[in-house]
């Protein structure tokens, strides 16, 4: 943080060395732009194809093909999700929240992408579906979905606190990925990465700046819907913040299941969609 008493004195030009314009670091402009509407078109004609429960202070991994819709339900109460997303084929490319952040702002919605760490850099999912779209920024500057917090694990709440808890979202990821690979934790626990907060809302204070969260407005029908633009394996964990009003990294908090429904459209629906290659760069970085 920064110190409420400076060390420097600020310089006489200093007004004015604050005063210069902003600009953006990533104009999105020239990102090829999801097609919604064809999106909406081919979500229409999909059909149920699953249903899974994610138990509160657990995690799940799910396979969805590409061109496949999934969808992140609140059903019993309001929970937050922490969503992991690796390509199905090489769990190396995985989520990269900070790029993402970089590209879309803090928190996302319908039309923003998920994307692939280095080298791949392409989108592994859209968000066609939003209920919380509604909500925006609160006045104090919060909102739902961020992609600015990490995930809750128990190296964090051992420096802070002291103990040892085993159900952070972390963990429960580590857990998911090992049951579903058949890997050792330990093997699978690099693999874990920082996360969509799902439904939760979340922002940065006035003064400090600081990470905070506030209770989630989410509640029971409302969902978070993406389009998965390559093969996917998807970790959601409930976390054990439930709604992340008060604490999380603990057993405390009211906590709800979360469901995950995959939806797919007829296969000669995707036959025109064009699935996003790992980027063109040729990666011989000047050498
Ligand atoms: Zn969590």
Redesign the pocket.
């Known amino acids: 943080m920064k110190p409420t008493r400076p060390q420097h004195p600020a310089p006489e030009d200093a007004a004015a060395r604050r005063a210069v314009a902003q600009v953006t670091c990533y104009p999105v402009e020239t990102l090829p732009a999801p097609d919604l509407d064809a999106l909406r078109a081919l979500r229409a004609a999909a059909a149920p194809a699953g249903r899974h429960t994610v138990p509160p202070r657990e995690a799940l991994c799910v396979a969805v093909p590409r061109g496949s819709f999934f969808r992140i339900v609140s059903v019993e109460g309001p929970q937050?999700g922490?969503l992991n997303l690796w390509n199905a084929h090489d769990l190396s490319e995985r989520f990269y929240s900070g790029k993402t952040r970089a590209l879309h702002g803090t928190h996302l919605s319908t039309g923003d992408r998920m994307w692939s760490t280095f080298p791949a850099l392409r989108p592994m999912a859209t968000i066609t579906d939003d209920t919380l779209d509604w909500y925006g920024f609160d006045a104090d500057g919060g909102s739902v979905h961020d992609v600015i917090g990490t995930?809750?694990?128990p190296y964090t709440n051992r420096l802070l606190s002291g103990g040892d808890y085993h159900h952070?979202?972390?963990s429960?990821l580590t857990r998911a990925l090992a049951r579903h690979t058949g890997r050792p934790a330990a093997e699978v626990e690099p693999l874990v990465h920082d996360?969509l907060?799902v439904f939760m809302c979340t922002g940065f204070t006035a003064d400090t700046h600081q990470y905070f969260m506030k209770a989630s407005p989410v509640r029971p029908g409302d969902h978070l819907e993406f389009f998965a633009e390559i093969d996917l394996l998807v970790g959601l964990?409930a976390?054990?913040?439930g709604d992340?009003g008060a604490e999380?990294?603990s057993d405390t908090a009211a906590c709800y299941p979360l469901g995950i429904e995959v939806f797919t459209p007829p296969a000669e629906r995707l036959a025109g969609y064009s699935f996003p290659a790992p980027n063109a760069y040729d990666r011989s970085h000047g050498i």
């Open positions: 937050v922490d995930r809750c694990d952070c979202c972390h429960n996360v907060n964990s976390c054990p913040g992340c999380h990294s």
